[in-house]
């Protein structure tokens, strides 16, 4: 559930922080208060786009936070954070934010951690289902019916496993479409792949040789100038008179002298000492590197031949021998596959056709469960709407079915043979005519409200936000659209923007959105009603606040308490 919405500068809210409670809540306020910021707001939160011409003017940028209790939700929210590299939630607590600027900044965070909008939006089609003017639309798209269909009788597990096989056998026809070319192009394939596994397996690679034999090669590149500085250090070391080792008798001599005449100059003798012995190991050292630099010209061509051929594999085939070698493993599998060509499309044949055979037989299972379920849920649907204001209705689901994959054709969609309809007849003795052909939004919204009232219990999104729900109804199809969003409500949190009394008097908890001057300045702000003050906001909702309305108004607002408490 949503337990908190904060908004900053955003048209004409200040700072607003709004805390909402669990069941169903509703939100009321006079035309032009600033009702739809709250819905705004929320899908600013939940991905959707920003439009910077709603930062308050004077402001240099807005930002909305949400915090929402997961507990329901916890194992699909988790996965998607860890499968997105975020921060997971703690104590069941997932905060969202988002703030963008005049200058064009647009940052988002989950957990506090930068994210994407598109992540941001993915996520939210988690937690929040909203039905505003324009998203009752997506009920026009047979794709969303069908959805709805499944989601009923609880059909998504056979789906998935039906696109599973779908994708399957797709890729099936792929791995066939890569062995069946024509007899010129099959003699180049199998060319290629002969040539490079025949090159690749002559070098004889190993992955740990590519370091070792570089090293030696630069080695002896340079073996020249090596010689010459072995040779030259060698000399300047040697006890020759000019060399190192040489002055460094004359100067033991001296201080040997020196420490006769004072022996406090014993410590100067001891230094040079082991300084001499450094001299001669290093002297040895330098001896010994000498007499294995190995300068035959066989070897040094050995290398480079060596060297050349690695740059030249790594240039065709991949940075590191390593990949050389995957590669050869890749080419040398391919090759097999061509070289047994028939055998391996006479074995995709075989698989396809399995394949096939399977897809029949669940797809066929699909539909008999849809034709099943068709008349439970047209028959559900039907009582919902007959309670929010069309006695007389009748919705139906048409359905057409391709039957079985051959009659799909090349494009066989991953949600079965069917493909369906939502019709919908609101008047005895007319037509059943598709949702697109319903003018009215309100009617639209209603058709909603009914379908998420028979889905109530397979629907997993913990939040309804409902806006203009209750267009172009009144008196007791009113009070039934209250009782419907109060349904609901027992198993998820419901948001309704609502101007009727009798759907905010049946709410949980009734929020008011008012508009204010302060300094010269038009703010917005929301408060929550309880007592006299909720008793006298259903009045102004129901015209006005007199003795009458006032009455009309407890009235209202036992009669929900009451029924809230059966």
Do not use: W
């Not at 050349?308 to 050389?324: D, N």
């Not at 697109?436 to 919204?445: C, D, F, H, M, P």
């Not at 409200?449 to 199809?477: C, H, I, P, R, Y």
Request: with cysteine; glycine share 8%; hydrophobic share 40%.
């Amino acid at each position: 559930m949503l337990t908190t919405l904060r908004i900053k500068n955003l048209a004409l809210v200040t700072d607003l922080t709004l805390e909402l409670r669990p069941g169903y809540n509703a939100i009321s306020g006079e035309t032009g208060a600033g009702k739809s910021i709250i819905l705004g707001a929320l899908n600013l939160v939940l991905g959707e786009r920003a439009d910077r011409s709603l930062i308050r003017s004077g402001s240099d940028g807005c930002s909305v936070e949400a915090v929402f209790d997961i507990t329901r939700l916890a194992s699909r929210v988790d996965l998607f954070l860890e499968e997105s590299g975020l921060d997971p939630s703690e104590n069941g607590c997932l905060f969202l934010k988002r703030s963008f600027s005049t200058a064009g900044a647009n940052r988002q965070f989950i957990n506090g951690s930068p994210t994407t909008v598109q992540s941001l939006a993915k996520l939210g089609s988690l937690l929040v289902d909203i039905h505003g003017p324009h998203d009752h639309q997506s009920l026009l798209y047979p794709n969303r019916q069908l959805a709805i269909l499944d989601a009923y009788g609880q059909l998504e597990p056979l789906c998935e496993e039906f696109g599973g096989l779908v994708r399957r056998k797709t890729d099936l026809e792929k791995e066939k479409a890569g062995l069946i070319v024509d007899d010129r192009t099959f003699a180049q394939q199998l060319d290629l792949l002969r040539f490079q596994v025949s090159e690749i397996d002559g070098a004889r690679l190993d992955p740990d040789e590519e370091a070792t034999v570089e090293a030696a090669y630069r080695r002896s590149s340079h073996i020249t100038r090596i010689l010459e500085l072995v040779q030259s250090a060698s000399g300047i070391l040697s006890d020759d008179e000019n060399g190192v080792l040489a002055k460094s008798g004359i100067l033991g001599r001296t201080l040997s002298e020196l420490k006769q005449l004072d022996p406090e100059a014993r410590s100067f003798l001891d230094l040079h000492t082991d300084c001499v012995n450094m001299q001669n190991e290093l002297l040895t050292g330098i001896t010994h590197y000498a007499d294995r630099i190995d300068t035959d010209p066989e070897q040094h061509q050995h290398l480079e031949e060596r060297s050349t051929l690695f740059r030249s594999l790594r240039k065709k085939y991949g940075p590191t021998l390593a990949a050389v070698i995957s590669f050869g493993e890749e080419a040398r599998s391919k090759l097999g596959q061509l070289e047994r060509r028939d055998t391996e499309v006479e074995r995709i044949n075989r698989e396809i056709e399995a394949s096939v055979n399977l897809l029949n037989q669940k797809g066929r299972e699909l539909s008999a469960l849809r034709c099943t379920l068709i008349p439970k849920l047209s028959k559900a649907v039907a009582r919902e709407l007959s309670q929010l204001g069309f006695a007389q209705s009748r919705f139906d689901v048409a359905v057409d079915s391709a039957g079985d994959a051959t009659q799909c054709g090349s494009q066989l969609p991953l949600t079965g043979f069917d493909s369906i309809e939502f019709q919908f007849a609101p008047n005895k003795g007319e037509p059943s005519r598709s949702l697109r052909s319903i003018a009215s939004s309100g009617e639209l919204a209603r058709v909603m409200l009914a379908l998420k009232t028979v889905l109530a219990k397979q629907d997993e999104v913990s939040v309804l936000l409902f806006d203009e729900v209750d267009a172009n109804v009144g008196g007791e199809t009113a009070r039934v659209v209250g009782e419907k969003m109060r349904q609901i409500a027992r198993d998820r949190q419901v948001l309704c923007i609502t101007h009727l009394a009798p759907v905010a008097a049946a709410a949980d908890s009734h929020y008011v959105v008012t508009k204010q001057v302060k300094s010269g300045r038009t703010h917005s702000d929301i408060r929550l009603l309880e007592g006299a003050d909720r008793i006298a906001e259903l009045a102004r909702m129901l015209g006005g606040v007199s003795q009458e309305a006032l009455k009309h108004a407890e009235a209202l607002l036992s009669h929900s308490t009451s029924a809230r408490e059966m």
